[in-house]
C-alpha cells in the first residue's frame, strides 16, 4: 500500500519541529518497516524543491510559493501538482492530512482521503472562546466534504469537532503513536522540584491554566 502524508512539520534536523510531525514520521517510519509505501509532501523554506529519504520514507519538500498576494493558492497549486506527479509514479492509496488539508485538493483525486483530527481551527478558537474566522471555517467545512474517512487522535476531539463541523461521517479514535524506543526511566536523582519540561509548538492555544 502506498500512503501518503500532507504535512508542514515534519522532522528535519537542525529544523524546529512541532508533534504532530513527530508522531507523522513516528508512524511513517513504522509504516515502512511493514512493507509498506510513504511519501511524505511538505512545505520548506527553500530556494528549490528537495527530496530526501528519512528510514526508508519519501520525503518532498516544496518551495514555498512566491506569490506576494494569495501565497496560499500557489503553495496548494504546488502541492496538488506534486500528488499527481507522485501518483503518476507510484499509485497512491490513501492521503492523510489534518483538518484543512483537502481544502484546495481535488474531490477526484483517485486516492482515498482521510482527515486526522488533531484539533483545527474551529476547535481550537470555539475552546479559546473566540469566534471562528469565517475563511478558515469555510475551508474545514469544505475539507471535511470530500474527505474519504475520518480519525481523531481523541474521543474529545473528534466529538467536538463534530458539533463545530456538522459532519456526518464516523470517526475512529485512534491515537498520536510514540516511539517508546527512545524514552527510558527517569533517573529520579536528577529531577529538579518546580520545573516543568513543556515540548511543543508555543502558541496560545497551549497555554497552561491554574
Not at 479559546?128 to 481523531?152: I, T
Not at 474529545?156 to 456526518?168: A, C, D, P, Q, S
Request: proline content about 3%.
Amino acid at each position: 500500500m502506498h500512503i501518503c502524508f500532507l504535512t508542514s512539520e515534519y522532522p528535519k534536523e537542525g529544523e524546529t519541529q512541532g508533534g504532530i510531525g513527530s508522531a507523522v514520521q513516528s508512524m511513517a517510519r513504522k509504516l515502512v518497516e511493514y512493507e509498506h509505501q510513504v511519501s511524505i509532501v511538505c512545505l520548506a523554506s527553500y530556494e528549490i524543491d528537495v527530496v530526501e529519504e528519512d528510514e526508508g520514507v519519501t520525503v518532498h519538500r516544496l518551495k514555498s510559493g512566491n506569490w506576494k498576494i494569495l501565497r496560499f493558492i500557489d503553495n496548494w497549486r504546488k502541492i496538488v501538482k506534486k500528488l499527481y506527479t507522485i501518483h503518476a509514479d507510484t499509485p497512491i492509496d490513501i492521503v492523510e492530512g489534518s483538518e484543512l488539508y483537502f481544502a484546495f485538493i481535488p474531490k477526484v483525486f483517485p486516492a482515498k482521503k482521510v482527515i486526522r483530527m488533531h484539533g483545527g481551527h474551529n476547535f481550537f478558537a470555539t475552546t479559546l472562546g473566540k469566534k471562528p474566522r469565517k475563511w478558515l471555517s469555510f475551508q474545514e467545512k469544505l475539507s471535511f466534504s470530500k474527505a474519504d474517512g475520518l480519525v481523531a487522535v481523541s474521543d474529545f476531539v473528534g466529538n467536538k469537532t463534530r458539533e463545530l463541523i456538522h459532519f456526518k461521517k464516523e470517526f475512529q479514535t485512534i491515537y498520536n503513536i510514540i516511539d517508546t524506543g527512545k524514552f527510558y526511566p527517569a533517573d529520579t536523582n536528577k529531577m529538579q522540584l518546580h520545573k516543568i519540561v513543556f515540548v511543543g509548538t508555543l502558541v496560545e492555544k497551549k497555554v497552561f491554566d491554574n
